[in-house]
Structures are given as C-alpha cells and as structure tokens.
C-alpha cells in the first residue's frame, strides 16, 4: 500500500451538523436542566468593560497607572527578619479580575503598538 492510499483510508469525513441545543442530552442530565438562567448582577459591567475600546493616550496612561501589573495584596508578613506567613494573591477572588486586567493590557497594546512608546515603566 502507498503513502497517499493509506493516508486516504484512514480519515474520517466530518460534516457539520446542526442540532438543538435544547434537546441535547448530555449524561443523565438535558441542557435544558443544565443551563438554568442565572441573574449575573455585572453582566453590564462585564460588558462594559469588555467593549471598551481605548483610542485615547491620556485614557491609555490614566488606566495602566490605576490598574496595578500584579496583585497588590499579596504579602508576606515578616516579624524579627523572619516569615511568619504568606497572604496569597487574592485578584482572582475579584469577579472583574479577567475584565480589568484585559483593559489594562489593550491600554498597554495601544500605547506600545499605536502610540509607539515604551510601556516598559508601567510593567
């Protein structure tokens, strides 16, 4: 058997298919049980954050000086010189962790990409 036969006896044909996703079953549990609305009180927030769209350098500069580059409330709390215990980054318990820290970096990719400064202080 040659190389083209083989490898053309052995794929598969995929096609798309449309289904509803209401009717879908997965396990013992149909999407109709599985997706239940949840109210998301900062759903707009989320979006508003999400679909801000930077084109300003002071807005740029403004954002990348307010929103910190890493957790400010990770510490290490230190007594005589030695570590009595570590306070962990607490950001991601932050439910607009993803959207701030996503709007700090397009104000940084406009800065760096659009506006051609150097971003390197903000980092």
């Not at 500069?61 to 890493?70: D, G, K, M, V, Y």
Request: a negative charge.
């Amino acid at each position: 058997m040659s190389v083209p036969q083989s490898t053309i006896e052995d794929r598969q044909v995929t096609s798309w298919i449309w289904t509803d996703p209401k009717n879908v079953t997965v396990g013992n549990i149909s999407s109709k049980q599985s997706s239940r609305k949840r109210f998301d009180l900062l759903q707009p927030l989320r979006l508003i954050l999400d679909n801000m769209d930077v084109r300003d350098p002071e807005l740029a500069h403004s954002l990348c000086e307010t929103i910190p580059a890493q957790c400010p409330f990770e510490r290490d709390v230190k007594l005589f010189g030695r570590t009595l215990f570590h306070i962990p980054p607490l950001c991601k318990l932050n439910p607009l962790y993803e959207e701030v820290s996503s709007l700090r970096f397009r104000a940084l990719c406009y800065l760096a990409d659009e506006c051609g400064e150097d971003v390197s202080r903000y980092c």
